[in-house]
């Protein structure tokens, strides 16, 4: 689970582009350099015909947790899971993954410290910022708070829908549609893939 690893992206504005989010690849037997290369997107909200997917820990819901919920539950971050699968929760209510939400509570952590009123105090060196924040973990009473879950049981398209709508109003209905399509190219190009090796693909996620 790369979830603390986001703390090095507190440098950058919380934004769809930010760099702390989840990361989804799509994996297939055969796959060749240039598909790899494909993926390299930067961070892409819009790239699921490549087999990338993306969201940023600004908000959930996070509609990859319904996706690909078997990636995020698995120890090594991979699943095998069928087109079909994927396809039905496009548009069907589903279970989201659980207890995967490290990386949403350490950016929410980071936004508050970086951008209240304590932000004069930030340190100046990257080197710096993990120590920073496991301070302030220590100081609470709690400790990280970590939700179970931050996705209700509701269709992929719904909660970007939903998502999309209320963390980039200025953005949108056009851009929810272009998200959406995002996620049904990225269904599409697995089934693709598996009838072309029959056998389904792999998913990875990185969050």
Same mark, same amino acid.
């Given at each position: 689970m790369e979830g603390v690893e986001c703390v090095l992206g507190a440098l950058f504005l919380f934004t769809k582009e930010q760099t702390v989010g989840i990361d989804i690849y799509l994996e297939w037997e055969g796959k060749d350099k240039q598909a790899k290369d494909d993926q390299l997107v930067g961070f892409s909200t819009t790239s699921g015909h490549v087999g990338y997917l993306r969201e940023a820990y600004n908000g959930g819901p996070y509609a990859t947790h319904i996706l690909v919920k078997e990636a995020f539950e !698995?120890?090594?971050?991979? /699943?095998?899971?069928?087109? /079909? $699968?994927?396809?039905a929760r496009l548009t069907n209510t589903s279970t989201a993954a659980k207890n995967c939400n490290v990386g949403h509570a350490m950016a929410a952590l980071m936004q508050k410290l970086f951008t209240g009123a304590g932000a004069s105090k930030l340190p100046t060196d990257p080197g710096d910022v993990m120590a920073y924040l496991q301070e302030h973990i220590a100081a609470s009473?709690?400790?990280?708070? $970590?939700?179970? !879950? @931050?996705?209700?049981?509701? !269709? @992929?398209?719904? /909660? @970007?829908? !939903?998502?999309?709508?209320a963390l980039y109003p200025e953005d949108g209905e056009e851009y929810a549609q272009d998200v959406m399509q995002s996620f049904r190219d990225f269904v599409e190009l697995a089934a693709r893939r598996e009838r072309e090796t029959g056998k389904p693909c792999t998913v990875y996620a990185s969050y």
């Open positions: !698995s120890e090594d971050c991979r /699943a095998e899971i069928p087109a /079909a $699968v994927m396809r009473d709690n400790g990280l708070d $970590v939700p179970e !879950s @931050v996705t209700p049981d509701t !269709s @992929v398209e719904e /909660a @970007v829908r !939903s998502r999309c709508l």
